[in-house]
């Protein structure tokens, strides 16, 4: 193992523990151990363990937005930017279970506080500005932005858990996140609006 992919590997065999036996159930001594480093080299990557979770977020939200990015186009009215937007969220938490389910997991912990306010804006910039764009256009619901975003994330949450825990087939998949995204939208849209 080269010293650049020491981190990574501590990192995804954290992903793996947290996710299976939760922050408190995982002593970073097993990371260690299943990364296949010793305790000192975690610890000289990652100074505390809450760094180490904070570190695995950061990681995993910065390749969520880069799919994102690459995915979701840019183009057409809101409506369908809402649309790419909520079916490529879904469509990266299905092909990454165990990293979602971890953002999923860290927003309900305290490690959430440990995240520099700067950096949990940048993480959901481009959900934030379209959520004013839209707000601005008038064609949501005259609510603050942030709460209908959130309406809208809790929406991604719970359909990726209804996919997940019914085992819907693959091809059953996209007719439920379109459905789901209809009654999304029918939820945070200004009914005056086209």
């Known amino acids: 193992m080269s ?3 020491k981190p990574e590997k501590i990192l995804a065999t954290a992903l793996k523990l ?16 299943e990364a296949g480093v010793s305790n000192g080299t975690l610890f000289h990557y990652f100074k505390t363990k809450d760094e180490l979770v904070v570190a695995l977020y950061t990681a ?13 186009n840019e183009t057409g009215d809101v409506k369908e930017k809402f649309r790419n937007l909520f079916r490529y ?6 092909e990454n279970r165990d990293a979602f389910y971890f953002i999923q997991q860290f927003h309900f912990s305290p490690h959430l506080g ?14 934030r500005n379209l959520f004013q764009e839209a707000h601005d256009a008038k064609v ?3 609510l603050p932005p942030d709460l209908l975003m959130m309406l809208s994330i809790n ?5 990726f858990q209804y996919l997940t825990a019914q085992t819907v087939p693959a091809e059953n998949q996209p007719q439920r996140i379109n459905d789901v995204f209809e009654l999304t939208w029918t939820m945070i849209a200004n009914p005056e609006k086209p």
């Open 114 to 127: 440990l995240v520099p306010d700067e950096e949990i804006r940048k993480q959901s910039e481009k959900h």
């Open 155 to 159: 929406q991604i949450n719970g359909l």
């Open 18 to 33: 947290f996710v299976a036996y939760g922050f408190h159930g995982t002593p970073t001594s097993r990371i260690a151990s």
């Open 60 to 72: 995993i939200k910065e390749e969520l937005n880069q799919y994102l990015a690459e995915k979701a």
């Open 89 to 94: 969220s879904l469509a990266w938490a299905l």
């Open 140 to 142: 949501l619901k005259p």
């Open 3 to 5: 010293k650049l992919d």
